[in-house]
């Protein structure tokens, strides 16, 4: 053989284990979600068969979700909004605290502003589930318990050191000059940080939005510990409570599950672009 | 997290000089400043500092120890974390390393590839954990469907064994969370400027020789770091375990973290849960230490 036809040879191989990996990448990413689906589209009864692919699929599942007509899903649209609000709020409570810690620090400069950052740091290693004994203790003490505000607290409290290193970062790169200019214009710290700062950081502010209202939305052990009443709950507690009683309608479980992961889907592939481009790709903790 | 990798080279990182004109705080500012930071450590003193005294106190009682060292389950834990910490978090961010530089690949369809890839980390990790948990039911899961269709033979009880089970919860992490890692990297390997490949090309190096004399040596330090947050964030990780093997069969794959909510809230001994959370201690304070201090060299930032 020839050197260029080995080399060409060589090509049509590489290409081939490229194709074959892809193939793999996808079958492996999907099989769990095509299980999902597949068992949405099933019936009671061939939940419990052996076949792979459904052979008399049904939208019934998703009917029962809508109508919310079976026990464990009677308050799905309740929870769909709980998780919603509570998303939304803690989301709005990170930007908020974030934006003022990282403008303290990066931009009025204060000496202690390295004890912040620490404070952040900290949190920011501590594993989340190793608080959830004290702070369920806490909350009980203070009569918050199955209060929707506890979950919250705790929510803001993990997202946002993340928000502050992403604000920092961000931040350093909008001049200081603006700032001094405004300043010699006679503008208070309040109005630099609300004409200035707010306005050049708001590609941040999409992404770490989007970041806090998913971590919100896809947190489950500290609304398990913390909310009881059912009307109360969070989807994610909801979906788990199936698996708490004796009989299991998966094909339901399923239908719920997919109708609560589509938000946060869209989320992430609307914001996929913004987020790689404001920050890093990698700009999310899942 | 982001890891922004900026590569340890003083003519492609832009240093960034502090403006010098550092204006002192005048009085007002002052004010604004402690305003301004107020809330952060309001949060930090009530949900964090308070929350991690309490639970010092909660588990300070020696006795609450031996109660936990005489429990048989407690040294099974331990044992599954580690393996858990191990196998599923090296082999995870090995197989993302590899699998970032598929990524790099030019053309349209390893693009599509990409975009179903990060379907597991878009999609919200409980609806995932509780389809993998039924998809691996020996009667009626998908897998073992599989198997009996294709082999008509009964797949094996994948999560009614104990190292099965364990291998089940190690499987469905690395499957959550693959692609975040991958992605992590890929930004890392686009920071590495093409020349540099080029180069090591015209010389004639194989594309093994250019992964291990530039890919590695350049993303080290960022591999370690993704190593020493994956491992902290696995040792926090209830999920995975919670509702995969839900601990069974027989309390046999639970991890630390599993394992205090347990003793916590379902045995209701608040003070022996704590204990078991803070008996973690001494495997996660070193990994902040050698986490800080790597960050600190500030080749990556988070």
């Given at each position: 053989?020839s050197?260029?036809?080995?080399?060409?040879?060589?090509r049509?191989?590489?290409?081939?284990?490229?194709?074959l990996?892809g193939?793999?990448?996808?079958?492996?990413?999907?099989?769990?979600?095509?299980?999902?689906?597949?068992?949405?589209?099933?019936?009671?009864?061939?939940?419990?068969?052996?076949?792979?692919?459904?052979v008399?699929?049904?939208?019934?599942?998703?009917?029962?979700v809508?109508?919310?007509?079976?026990?464990?899903l009677?308050?799905?649209?309740?929870?769909?909004?709980?998780?919603?609000w509570i998303?939304?709020?803690v989301?709005?409570?990170?930007?908020?605290?974030?934006t003022?810690?990282?403008?303290?620090?990066?931009?009025?400069?204060?000496?202690?502003g390295?004890?912040?950052t620490?404070?952040?740091?900290?949190?920011?290693?501590?594993p989340?589930s190793?608080?959830?004994?004290?702070?369920?203790?806490?909350?009980?003490?203070?009569?918050?318990?199955?209060?929707?505000?506890?979950?919250?607290?705790?929510?803001v409290?993990?997202a946002?050191?993340?928000?502050?290193?992403i604000?920092?970062?961000y931040?350093?790169?909008?001049?200081?000059e603006?700032?001094?200019?405004?300043?010699?214009d006679?503008?208070?710290?309040?109005?630099?940080?609300?004409?200035?700062?707010?306005?050049l950081m708001a590609?941040?502010?999409v992404?770490?939005?989007?970041?806090?209202?998913l971590?919100?939305?896809?947190?489950?052990?500290?609304?398990?510990?913390?909310?009881?009443?059912d009307r109360?709950?969070?989807?994610?507690?909801?979906?788990?409570k199936?698996?708490?009683?004796?009989?299991?309608?998966w094909?339901?479980?399923m239908a719920?599950a997919?109708v609560?992961a589509?938000?946060?889907?869209v989320?992430?592939?609307?914001?996929?672009?913004?987020?790689s481009?404001g920050l890093?790709?990698?700009?999310?903790?899942? | 997290?982001a890891?922004?990798?900026?590569?340890d080279?003083?003519?492609l990182?832009?240093t960034?000089?502090?403006s010098?004109?550092?204006?002192?705080?005048?009085?007002s500012?002052?004010?604004?400043a402690?305003?301004?930071?107020?809330p952060?450590m309001?949060?930090?003193?009530?949900?964090?500092?308070?929350p991690?005294?309490?639970?010092?106190w909660?588990?300070?009682?020696?006795?609450?120890?031996?109660?936990?060292f005489?429990?048989?389950?407690?040294?099974?834990?331990?044992?599954?974390?580690?393996i858990?910490?191990?196998?599923?978090?090296?082999?995870?961010?090995f197989?993302?390393?590899?699998l970032?530089?598929?990524?790099?690949?030019?053309?349209?369809w390893?693009?599509?590839?990409?975009?179903?890839?990060?379907?597991?980390?878009?999609?919200?990790?409980?609806?995932?954990?509780?389809?993998?948990?039924?998809?691996?039911?020996?009667?009626?899961?998908?897998?073992?469907?599989?198997?009996?269709?294709?082999?008509?033979t009964?797949?094996?009880?994948?999560?009614?064994?104990?190292?099965?089970?364990?291998?089940?919860?190690?499987?469905?992490?690395?499957?959550?969370?693959?692609?975040?890692?991958?992605?992590?990297f890929?930004?890392?390997?686009?920071a590495?400027?093409?020349?540099?490949y080029?180069?090591?090309?015209v010389?004639?190096?194989?594309?093994?020789?250019l992964?291990?004399?530039?890919?590695?040596?350049?993303?080290g330090?960022?591999?370690?770091?993704?190593?020493?947050?994956?491992?902290?964030?696995?040792?926090?990780?209830?999920?995975?375990?919670?509702?995969i093997?839900?601990?069974?069969?027989?309390?046999?794959?639970h991890?630390?973290?599993?394992?205090?909510?347990?003793?916590?809230?379902?045995?209701?001994?608040?003070?022996l849960?704590?204990?078991?959370?803070?008996s973690a201690?001494p495997?996660l304070?070193p990994?902040?230490?050698?986490?800080?201090?790597q960050?600190?060299?500030?080749?990556?930032q988070?």
């Open positions: 053989m050197l260029a036809a080995r080399a060409r040879m060589n049509w191989l590489m290409e081939l284990a490229a194709v990996l193939a793999l990448l996808v079958v492996w990413s999907l099989v769990p979600l095509y299980n999902m689906v597949r068992v949405a589209l099933q019936d009671k009864e061939e939940v419990f068969s052996s076949y792979v692919i459904p008399a699929p049904t939208l019934h599942s998703f009917w029962t809508f109508q919310e007509s079976y026990w464990l009677a308050k799905f649209w309740g929870q769909m909004s709980n998780s919603f998303g939304v709020t989301a709005g409570l990170t930007l908020t605290i974030g003022l810690t990282s403008f303290t620090i990066g931009r009025l400069r204060i000496r202690q390295w004890m912040l620490n404070a952040a740091l900290l949190t920011y290693v501590i989340m190793f608080l959830a004994i004290p702070f369920y203790g806490i909350m009980g003490k203070y009569g918050m318990t199955d209060n929707p505000l506890a979950v919250i607290a705790v929510e409290t993990f946002t050191p993340y928000a502050i290193f604000f920092r970062q931040g350093a790169s909008i001049p200081y603006l700032d001094e200019a405004a300043r010699i006679g503008a208070s710290a309040p109005q630099i940080f609300l004409r200035i700062y707010l306005p590609p941040a502010l992404a770490i939005g989007t970041y806090a209202l971590l919100s939305w896809n947190e489950y052990l500290y609304a398990f510990l913390l909310l009881s009443t109360k709950l969070t989807v994610p507690v909801g979906l788990g199936f698996l708490n009683s004796d009989e299991a309608p094909n339901y479980l719920a997919i609560y589509i938000p946060p889907m989320m992430y592939y609307a914001f996929r672009r913004r987020m481009s890093t790709m990698g700009g999310i903790k899942g | 997290m890891v922004t990798s900026t590569i080279n003083p003519a990182a832009p960034q000089k502090r010098a004109s550092w204006a002192r705080l005048t009085g500012d002052r004010l604004w402690l305003a301004f930071a107020m952060y309001a949060v930090f003193l009530a949900f964090v500092i308070y991690i005294g309490y639970g010092l909660l588990g300070s009682d020696p006795g609450t120890y031996r109660q936990l005489s429990d048989p389950v407690y040294p099974s834990a331990v044992l599954n974390t580690l858990y910490l191990l196998v599923a978090v090296n082999l995870k961010l197989l993302a390393i590899l970032s530089g598929f990524f790099m690949r030019k053309g349209w390893t693009k599509g590839v990409l975009l179903i890839f990060i379907l597991p980390w878009a999609v919200p990790a409980i609806p995932s954990y509780i389809s993998i948990h039924w998809m691996l039911n020996s009667q009626w899961g998908l897998v073992n469907n599989v198997i009996w269709t294709l082999l008509q009964d797949g094996p009880p994948w999560l009614d064994n104990a190292s099965l089970a364990l291998g089940s919860v190690i499987y469905a992490h690395i499957w959550k969370w693959l692609p975040f890692w991958t992605i992590i890929l930004a890392g390997r686009m590495i400027p093409p020349e540099l080029e180069a090591g090309k010389d004639g190096a194989s594309s093994l020789d992964f291990v004399h530039i890919t590695v040596p350049l993303l330090g960022l591999y370690l770091v993704c190593t020493l947050l994956s491992t902290i964030w696995a040792l926090g990780d209830f999920n995975a375990v919670r509702f093997s839900g601990g069974g069969p027989a309390l046999s794959t991890v630390l973290a599993t394992l205090g909510i347990r003793n916590a809230f379902e045995i209701g001994n608040p003070a849960g704590m204990a078991t959370v803070l201690l495997l304070i990994l902040v230490i050698l986490l800080m201090r960050l600190k060299k500030g080749q990556v988070l």
